[in-house]
């Protein structure tokens, strides 16, 4: 995987979930974070800590997944999970909440699609 690609699906994820907000909603959200620049410039810095989490995960469980995509299973769905989460609190996420998400989404994501450990 790589940060530009993850980058892509997070937007692509944010605009999805974005379109089915209410113009109300929409707005509160442009409030918090300002328009699809600024959403952009956020997210290429969640971008880089999801790969790096990512990796981190795929290595510790000895991972190579034979199915299943993790930008379209995983990134874009995050993207979907970052509007809700600032439409919902008012604010961006930590990091630290971030990188929590990612995870156990990383996690879930292994398990479901039947990853196989490496062996060397």
């Not at 997210?43 to 510790?60: G, I, P, T």
Request: aromatic share 14%; net charge negative.
């Amino acid at each position: 995987m790589t940060v530009n690609v993850t980058g892509m699906f997070l937007f692509s994820g944010y605009q999805s979930a974005m379109n089915e907000f209410s113009e109300e909603a929409q707005e509160k959200v442009r409030t918090v974070i300002g328009g699809d620049l600024e959403v952009a410039k956020s997210l290429s810095h969640y971008a880089f800590v999801a790969e790096k989490v990512c990796n981190r995960v795929f290595d510790e469980m000895n991972a190579f997944c034979v199915g299943g995509v993790w930008e379209y299973e995983v990134a874009e769905d995050a993207g979907q999970w970052f509007i809700l989460f600032v439409n919902d609190r008012g604010r961006e996420p930590s990091d630290q909440e971030w990188e929590q998400h990612i995870e156990g989404v990383t996690r879930k994501f292994i398990q479901a699609n039947y990853c196989e450990e490496v062996v060397l």
